[in-house]
């Protein structure tokens, strides 16, 4: 098991790619415990990571950044690259926001250079693992908001029909979303801007932006600090430290003053009102700095709003917002959200005339009706608002932040250390702050590739939580595997109906679902990639050997039970099957290969499954109540191999595909096959473990899933073959 953990470190940007691929333009990681790599690993990554880092960098982030305790960009990335924050109940991205087809070649699609793919359609594929364009025209993207990057989402949000217009993450808008610009009133050509860099904290989950702006009279460097509260679920921070340099010669005073200091602690505190300074007849004695506002007004393709309160005098807007369009028409509810923040101004005036050193501090606080409260979500964000600012809104000494920054230091208590190879810690690292930063164990609503921040596969959980996300924090934050695994409990009934609909017993659970737990594949093959289902059961079994959380196993068994229902129901031995147990009509995870009868991986978790029910009822003192063909279909799995093929490596047999699979061969995304070793870790002759995975790893097109592609390393790792692995 450590050898099969070990290879993981290595390839963890692989494993976790949903989250990461998008920041792997950034530089950054450390943590605890110790791997290494190879200069030929290092060179593989390099073909991903863009921008790693400049000589640029601030010097005072430089040992952080050295450290690989921060990603750093010269200027906010757009688009896929965007920075994230979040704290698994509110998360956004930072940036300049775009509209248009995702993954095509317009403003979202992409980047510079990012895919080399000339159709859209074949873009989309490698984006979604399906394409969009299948089930949606880009007109319907656009008025449902997948095309949206960029915006403010919150766990559980969803708008549209689950399966028609398809679930998504329902978009708001980021009003705290500002870039520091020169002021619009600006003519002199004296005046200008300089972008320093802009960074993603991962060890204190804050986003840094550091600009500085020269004017006639003053120059001031801006340090934008931007973070979702870990203690406080439903509040976000945006705070500007403004540090000016006093150039001009009037007798003024300075309205306040302080000493630099170390970030997020002692300058001087004031609210958006106290430093909106209008400029009268002593123009000298101010210095503007302009906010670019990307997202300043309350529109979204997914919400009806109404603005309750715009108090500009106190400083405060409350808004209540209801998504548009129910997941499931007549049967589930509309979800209401309320926010209430503190309006950032377009103009930030300070005194010209001292050197000064101010902290513009901002607060959004955001609830949604699928809370447990006696407030309506409007009110409770209101009073909450109120609460805060009491409480923090002239917090000299930072302890808002400490707080914020205590609870991560004890997040990142267990982690990864990679030594000499700055570029996979950064890859590790951030893949495992994007998961950190998208669920909590508080608010269990599962974990989507791309995280709570993005719209990206519309939200949705499907196998990629629990193959590829949730072993990671299984060993690292146990607390985040229960929390995923709860979402699935949750939403045993859905699955119950959903195989019943289909004519199956037990629970079998969709391919994609958001909120309700209802399919939201929103295409014709969804009921047909059955193995999800054991992939939730494997997830449970990893959970429980890796915690022995007697009670959470307790928990699980109702949805382990209904599985293995599902699964006996679904079994069955065919003519060609040679008295083994197989399945027919099924998309296995090779989504290339299309509908097949006896995948290879369908059937060996549909036997895990089976077998990891009798061992789970053991444990519990419930032996009784497992018939004794589970265990018999469990023993029994249809793995065929063959000798027969063109262009094996060896003259050893390789197990099928699936049952039909062309004797020459064909190209794949990712193999069936290969899965049998990680993450099943099938046992098997080593003979065969290496020939096949020398076979099927030429036929695995050099563009498919990035999860293909780390299974191989996995496995050759495992197999003790460092340089295939490489």
């Given at each position: ?59 005072d ?80 993207m ?26 998504h993450?329902?978009?708001l ?106 400029i ?7 210095c503007?700095?302009?906010?670019q506002?990307f997202?300043a007004?309350?529109?979204s393709?997914?919400f ?64 949604s ?29 930072s ?16 982690g ?16 495992l ?32 939580c ?5 072993p ?56 047909r ?74 059937a060996a ?8 029910c ?14 004794s063909?589970?265990?018999d ?26 049952r ?32 096949d ?11 498919g ?16 073959n ?5």
């Amino acid at each position: 098991l450590w050898q099969m953990f070990s290879g993981a470190l290595v390839v963890a940007f692989a494993l976790l790619c949903h989250l990461s691929c998008r920041v792997s333009s950034y530089d950054g990681g450390t943590t605890t415990g110790n791997t290494s790599t190879s200069n030929n690993a290092e060179k593989k990554l390099d073909t991903v990571s863009s921008p790693l880092s400049t000589p640029s960098a601030p010097s005072d982030w430089a040992p952080q950044i050295a450290r690989g305790d921060m990603l750093f960009s010269a200027d906010i990335p757009r688009v896929f690259n965007m920075p994230n924050i979040g704290n698994g109940f509110l998360a956004c991205q930072i940036g300049p926001s775009c509209t248009g087809p995702v993954g095509g070649s317009g403003e979202c699609g992409l980047g510079d250079g990012a895919s080399s793919q000339t159709n859209p359609q074949e873009a989309d594929l490698n984006l979604n693992n399906k394409s969009v364009n299948d089930r949606r025209t880009q007109e319907e993207m656009v008025t449902d908001g997948q095309s949206h990057l960029g915006g403010l989402f919150m766990a559980g949000v969803f708008n549209g029909i689950h399966n028609v217009t398809v679930s998504h993450r329902a978009r708001l808008p980021n009003v705290l979303n500002v870039q520091v610009t020169l002021p619009n009133d600006t003519v002199s050509t004296k005046s200008t801007i300089e972008r320093n860099g802009a960074a993603l904290d991962l060890r204190r989950a804050v986003f840094l932006n550091r600009t500085t702006v020269t004017l006639p009279n003053c120059s001031v460097t801006v340090e934008q600090r931007f973070y979702v509260h870990q203690v406080h679920r439903s509040l976000m921070v945006h705070e500007l430290v403004f540090n000016t340099t006093a150039t001009a010669t009037a007798t003024a005073t300075a309205t306040a003053s302080a000493t630099a200091s170390s970030m997020f602690t002692g300058p001087a505190t004031a609210s958006a009102s106290a430093l909106q300074v209008p400029i009268v007849s002593d123009e000298a004695r101010y210095c503007a700095v302009g906010l670019q506002h990307f997202e300043a007004e309350w529109v979204s393709p997914d919400f009806q709003f109404d603005i309750l309160l715009n108090d500009t005098e106190n400083d405060m807007v409350v808004v209540s917002g209801t998504t548009l369009i129910a997941e499931i028409p007549n049967v589930t509810n509309t979800t209401t959200i309320g926010i209430a923040y503190q309006p950032l101004p377009n103009t930030v005036v300070l005194d010209a005339t001292n050197d000064t050193l101010f902290v513009l501090r901002n607060f959004l606080v955001g609830h949604s009706s699928l809370e447990l409260m006696s407030l309506d979500p409007a009110e409770a964000a209101k009073e909450e608002l109120l609460k805060i600012i009491r409480t923090y809104g002239n917090d000299s000494s930072s302890t808002l932040f400490q707080e914020h920054a205590d609870a991560w230091s004890n997040i990142w208590r267990s982690g990864i250390q990679v030594a000499g190879n700055l570029t996979v810690a950064s890859a590790i690292n951030s893949s495992l702050y994007y998961i950190y930063s998208a669920v909590r164990p508080d608010w269990p609503l599962g974990l989507s590739p791309g995280g709570l921040a993005t719209n990206s596969y519309d939200g949705r959980s499907f196998w990629d939580c629990e193959t590829w996300m949730l072993p990671a924090v299984n060993l690292l934050r146990p607390d985040l595997g229960s929390s995923l695994l709860k979402y699935r409990f949750d939403r045993l009934p859905a699955a119950q109906e959903w195989a019943a609909m289909w004519g199956y017993k037990g629970a079998m659970y969709p391919w994609t679902t958001t909120l309700s737990g209802a399919d939201c594949d929103g295409g014709t093959n969804g009921h047909r990639e059955q193995h999800i289902t054991g992939d939730i059961v494997n997830a449970v079994q990893l959970h429980w050997h890796a915690t022995g959380n007697t009670s959470l196993l307790q928990q699980a068994w109702p949805m382990l039970y209904s599985a293995c229902q599902f699964w006996a129901s679904r079994a069955q031995v065919t003519t060609w099957s040679a008295s083994n147990y197989t399945v027919t009509n099924v998309t296995g995870p090779d989504e290339r290969s299309g509908i097949v009868d006896g995948d290879a991986y369908t059937a060996a978790i549909m036997a895990s499954s089976l077998r990891f029910c009798a061992d789970a009822a053991n444990v519990l003192h419930k032996s009784a109540t497992i018939p004794s063909h589970w265990l018999d279909i469990a023993s029994s799995p249809f793995l065929p191999t063959s000798s027969g093929l063109d262009n094996l490596p060896t003259n050893v047999s390789v197990h099928l595909q699936f049952r039909d699979w062309p004797k020459q061969g064909k190209q794949i995304q990712q193999s069936s096959v290969a899965l049998l070793q990680y993450p099943l870790q099938w046992a098997m002759p080593t003979e065969i473990a290496l020939a096949d995975l020398r076979y099927y790893e030429n036929l695995t097109i050099a563009n498919g899933f990035f999860t293909g592609d780390s299974i191989y390393s996995i496995a050759w790792l495992a197999l003790g073959n460092r340089t295939a692995a490489d």
